[in-house]
């Protein structure tokens, strides 16, 4: 559903100088089509992975060493070397901006921070209809350092596109509500059913603060975002499709069009863990790609999207410590089972776990760019 762009991105932008703009990642999110139009026929497999720059690459975790979570992603000089890392070291075909789902929380002034072995923790949970009015409002000025990582990461990768990416908004409301990390959010869900206008107003200001997030990245630079719902699989479809898709696709309205003046807009992904059962209402929300996680086959989620949809995934990270002939058969599983889709751009089913071998995911992606295209 990539559209003619209605928010043109600055002249400085990869994709407006055709950096970007016919790579082999974006031709796939595409539906292998260039920027023109035309059938595409990409160099090589295009295959990137969540989580990527993190805590499986030890040039990583000497970086940030004594140095916080949320206070690295709002350091320009670090955010973007984090960023950059992955890209050396696997050659992989597209960065992810290195940053947090809830940086824009941080942004606003709401109190967060995460803690080691726990994650997001809040000063103040939001349970009531007097906390949503509480909250405050994002400044556009606050993306300032976001601008920066941005612009210094897209100098230095030239032709390989950067991906901007939020959190949805029912995981960040989600966190929210529970002030912390929880198993079945029960807080959250609770909230739709006994207070269904504080949520949807809770969920209206995720929604705006993740869109205007993604739209600061786009502009800044990113080729392509990406919002992530992390917690999604915790709902049912009734609920997820009267209380939570909405919202999502407001936070793809801020991104919805933006692109060069001549050219396509920025493709945009949805990725949600356990979403096997409401695959279509990510696509309707607003995404041109849809994530698929490990549980479900690609070529499953190409019959419940239809052959016009491009995918992205679904590499079980459990496969990540299995023999290499193991994991090597599953890798070329995963691409046969996409060759139905418009489009498929390589990925895991979930972000890279913090053991894993960094030279696997190496070996990886050599496999991937061996094989036809």
């Not at 959190?167 to 207070?195: I, K, Q, W």
């Not at 751009?345 to 979930?350: D, E, F, I, R, Y």
Request: charge should be negative.
């Amino acid at each position: 559903m990539t559209t003619t762009p209605t928010a043109h991105l600055p002249a400085a932008h990869p994709l407006v100088r055709g950096l970007t703009s016919d790579s082999a990642l974006l031709n796939q999110y595409r539906g292998s089509r260039t920027s023109t139009g035309a059938v595409a026929k990409p160099e090589r497999r295009p295959v990137w992975f969540m989580r990527q720059a993190g805590r499986s690459l030890p040039e990583y975790r000497r970086l940030r060493e004594g140095t916080s979570m949320l206070d690295s992603c709002l350091n320009p000089e670090l955010a973007s070397e984090i960023t950059l890392q992955p890209v050396r070291r696997h050659d992989v075909d597209a960065a992810i901006f290195f940053s947090d789902i809830v940086i824009p929380l941080r942004l606003a002034g709401v109190g967060v921070e995460i803690k080691p072995g726990v994650g997001p923790v809040l000063d103040s949970p939001v349970r009531t209809a007097a906390d949503v009015a509480a909250l405050p409002e994002l400044d556009d000025a606050a993306f300032a350092p976001i601008t920066e990582a941005i612009q210094r990461t897209t100098a230095e990768l030239g032709r390989i596109p950067l991906i901007g990416f939020a959190g949805a908004p029912f995981t960040l409301a989600a966190y929210m509500v529970e002030g912390r990390p929880s198993r079945d959010h029960l807080g959250p869900r609770a909230m739709m059913h006994a207070d269904p206008d504080t949520w949807s107003a809770l969920a209206g200001w995720a929604a705006d603060v993740s869109g205007r997030f993604m739209r600061a990245q786009l502009m800044a630079g990113a080729s392509a975002a990406q919002l992530f719902d992390s917690w999604a699989g915790s709902l049912g479809r009734n609920d997820y499709q009267r209380h939570v898709l909405p919202h999502s696709a407001a936070a793809f309205s801020h991104v919805s069009g933006v692109g060069a003046a001549d050219g396509a807009s920025a493709p945009l992904v949805h990725f949600g863990t356990g979403t096997s059962e409401v695959l279509d209402l990510l696509k309707t929300a607003g995404a041109d790609v849809v994530g698929v996680d490990y549980r479900l086959h690609l070529a499953e989620a190409t019959r419940r999207l239809g052959a016009d949809t491009p995918l992205q995934g679904n590499i079980d990270p459990a496969f990540l410590t299995a023999d290499w002939p193991v994991l090597e058969a599953h890798v070329r599983e995963v691409i046969d089972a996409g060759s139905g889709a418009a489009g498929h751009v390589l990925n895991l089913g979930h972000g890279v776990p913090p053991e894993t071998d960094p030279a696997v995911l190496t070996r990886v992606v050599e496999l991937i760019h061996s094989i036809d295209p």
